[in-house]
Each structure stands twice: as C-alpha cells, then as structure tokens.
C-alpha cells in the first residue's frame, strides 16, 4: 500500500498543473484492487466524477476474477459464453495476445492463484503446482481491464457537456482526457521503483493512455529473490526479462495495458522489435541496473536514456 500512495502522490504533483483553481473535483476510489484517483476539472466536474466512479464499479464487477457474478467467474466456472459487449473486450484482448506471441496471456489465472498473488498469501509453488494451474488456463483479464476502463472513462467523459479535461490515475495506469487548458502537454512522471522523484517524464497531448508494468507493484521475497506479480507464459513463473518496468504510451488503452504487459515479459529486445512492427504505441524500458531506453515517440525528458529508433 505503501508503495501505491508514493506513486499517487508522484503523479499527482506532476499533474497539479491540471487543477484551475475552482474549477476542479478529486476524489480518490479504491476499485480493482487498487487506489484510484479522479481529477475532473469543468463546470460538470461533480457530475464527471460520480459517472466514472459508478463506470468503475461496474467494469470491476463485470472483470472480476473473484466475485462469482463476473463474466470472467462464468467462464472459469463452466460452460459459459460471455455476450457483447464483453464478448468484443475478450475478442479484442484475444487478438493483442496473438499479437504478441503469447507474451500476454489472459489464461494466466491459475498460475497467478498458485504464486498466492490471489489470496496474499505469497509463496514459491512447487514446479507440479505450476504445471496444474498452466494446464487449467482459468481466464484472467488483469493484465488489461484497468487500460480498457480508462479508455470507456474518458470516452465517457467526453460526452459530458462543459467538461475541460480530466486525468484518472487508475493505479498506475494514467488516463489523459482532452486538452489541458493553456495548452501545455500533459506531464506524467514515471515512477522510481525505489521511490522518490520520478526517473523520468512522459509529454503527451489530448486523450491517451500512459500504462507501466512494473516487477515493484506486487511482489514478495524469498531466500533474497524477487517474486512479481507478471508471469513469463512459457515457465508459469515471474518474467525475467532484466526490465523493472515498461511504460506504453497508447491512444487506445486496452492496447496500452495489454502491450505494457507484453513488453515486460518479452525484454527489451523483443519489445524494441516489436515496436518497429508496430505504429500505435511508444514505450520506455527501465531495465533493473537502471538503464532507461525510450521509442523514438515516447516524448520522455528529465532523464537519460537512450533512444530506440525505427532502424535498427
Ligand atoms: P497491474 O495489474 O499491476 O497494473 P499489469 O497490467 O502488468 O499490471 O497486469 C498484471 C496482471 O495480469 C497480473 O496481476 C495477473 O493478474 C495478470 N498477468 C500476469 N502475467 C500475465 C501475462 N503474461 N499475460 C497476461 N496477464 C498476466
Ligand atoms: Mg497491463
């Protein structure tokens, strides 16, 4: 928890310039297993936030993996096919794993139940565990919903009359909506994994998702090592890829999820391949010896790093 206020309040101080005086509602939610915070500025701030937060709550019960009602519970239940709108979700989320080989994976959830990242209860599994929850492949859309609800809140948002702009930092996922008066790019810090100011900062203009995975958003330690919450498909155990964490800045946000997931487990060199295939996102890689490298597009300053160009 300690770790989720230290990057709220990082963001929220690069993001003050956002708040005109009067003008602007926060509110801090807790929903999908994390602390949210909403910044709506407009005369229809009030009315802003209270839509998104009940938008929240609904997409959380719908995704749920836990509470038995949830689409997702259904599928792993039985014999259960979702119908639209989540069928297009699920459809959508289908084609960025095979876009990504495999590196994201939405029938991780067993192995996430096994590792004890479910219940808190945090413990190396033995390899036959592991081999039983790969072999289950129980749907799980974490790696994804929380873009994908940032995306449908500023979609929302956009609807609402007399709304300025407005930032939702959705645990680590960011959530640019409309221009930020005076015209200034909006400027997103990327966490430090040890705290503190941030390591760099992310310019981006209009609507768009800002999403970093990270191996310090929940792990534990055992015997000296590090145990993360993000999972290499193929070992069913957590990515080691040398990446601390993978930023992607996307106009779509499901897609910005779904590939900061991806680019972790896949490592720098992969994700940086993968990237010249692709023209709709940007990324920057913070590998664990520091090292920070950035897509040509990425708009990152107040750092050093190196810059992934087009050509190899
Ligand atoms: P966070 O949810 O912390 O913001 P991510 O978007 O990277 O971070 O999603 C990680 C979550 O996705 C894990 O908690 C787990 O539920 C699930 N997951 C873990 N590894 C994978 C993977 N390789 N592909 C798809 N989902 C994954
Ligand atoms: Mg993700």
């Given at each position: 928890m300690?770790?989720?206020?230290a990057?709220l309040l990082v963001?929220?101080?690069?993001?003050?310039?956002c708040?005109l005086?009067?003008?602007?509602?926060?509110?801090?939610?807790?929903?999908?297993?994390?602390?949210?915070?909403?910044?709506?500025t407009?005369e229809n701030r009030?009315q802003?936030i209270?839509e998104?937060t009940?938008?929240l709550r609904?997409l959380?019960?719908?995704?749920s993996?836990?509470?038995?009602d949830?689409?997702?519970?259904?599928?792993n239940?039985?014999?259960?096919s979702p119908?639209?709108p989540?069928?297009e979700?699920?459809?959508k989320?289908e084609a960025l794993?095979r876009?990504?080989?495999?590196a994201l994976?939405?029938?991780?959830?067993?192995v996430s139940?096994?590792?004890?990242?479910?219940?808190g209860?945090q413990?190396?599994?033995?390899?036959d565990a592991?081999?039983a929850?790969?072999a289950?492949?129980?749907?799980d859309?974490g790696?994804?919903?929380?873009?994908y609800?940032?995306q449908?809140?500023?979609?929302?948002l956009?609807?609402i009359?007399?709304?300025?702009c407005?930032?939702l930092n959705l645990g680590?996922?960011?959530?640019t909506?409309?221009?930020?008066?005076?015209?200034?790019p909006?400027k997103?810090?990327i966490?430090?994994?040890?705290g503190?100011?941030p390591?760099?900062?992310?310019?981006?203009?209009?609507t768009a998702?800002i999403?970093?995975s990270?191996d310090?958003?929940?792990y534990f330690?055992?015997?000296g090592v590090?145990?993360h919450?993000?999972m290499?498909?193929?070992?069913?155990r957590p990515?080691q890829?040398?990446?601390?964490?993978v930023?992607v800045?996307a106009?779509d946000?499901?897609?910005a999820?779904?590939l900061?997931?991806?680019?972790f487990?896949?490592?720098?060199e992969q994700?940086?391949?993968?990237w010249?295939?692709?023209?709709?996102?940007e990324?920057?890689?913070?590998?664990?010896?520091?090292?920070?490298y950035?897509?040509?597009?990425a708009?990152?300053?107040?750092?050093s790093?190196?810059?992934?160009?087009?050509?190899?």
């Amino acid at each position: 928890m300690k770790k989720i206020v230290a990057l709220l309040l990082v963001v929220s101080c690069l993001l003050s310039g956002c708040a005109l005086a009067g003008k602007t509602e926060k509110s801090t939610v807790f929903c999908m297993d994390t602390v949210m915070e909403l910044q709506v500025t407009g005369e229809n701030r009030v009315q802003g936030i209270q839509e998104v937060t009940k938008l929240l709550r609904q997409l959380e019960q719908i995704w749920s993996y836990t509470d038995a009602d949830s689409t997702i519970y259904k599928m792993n239940a039985g014999d259960f096919s979702p119908e639209q709108p989540q069928r297009e979700i699920i459809d959508k989320a289908e084609a960025l794993s095979r876009r990504t080989g495999g590196a994201l994976n939405l029938r991780l959830g067993a192995v996430s139940e096994v590792w004890g990242f479910r219940d808190g209860a945090q413990k190396v599994p033995t390899q036959d565990a592991i081999d039983a929850a790969l072999a289950q492949k129980k749907w799980d859309m974490g790696a994804v919903i929380k873009g994908y609800a940032g995306q449908e809140a500023a979609e929302l948002l956009e609807n609402i009359p007399n709304i300025d702009c407005a930032i939702l930092n959705l645990g680590g996922n960011v959530q640019t909506v409309g221009e930020k008066p005076g015209g200034q790019p909006w400027k997103i810090g990327i966490q430090n994994p040890a705290g503190g100011t941030p390591l760099g900062t992310i310019s981006v203009t209009g609507t768009a998702s800002i999403v970093t995975s990270g191996d310090y958003q929940r792990y534990f330690e055992k015997d000296g090592v590090r145990y993360h919450h993000i999972m290499d498909p193929e070992t069913g155990r957590p990515a080691q890829s040398a990446l601390t964490s993978v930023t992607v800045i996307a106009r779509d946000g499901l897609t910005a999820d779904a590939l900061s997931t991806a680019l972790f487990v896949m490592g720098l060199e992969q994700g940086s391949a993968f990237w010249r295939e692709s023209d709709d996102f940007e990324a920057v890689f913070v590998q664990t010896d520091g090292k920070i490298y950035a897509t040509e597009g990425a708009m990152l300053s107040d750092c050093s790093f190196e810059v992934i160009g087009r050509e190899k």
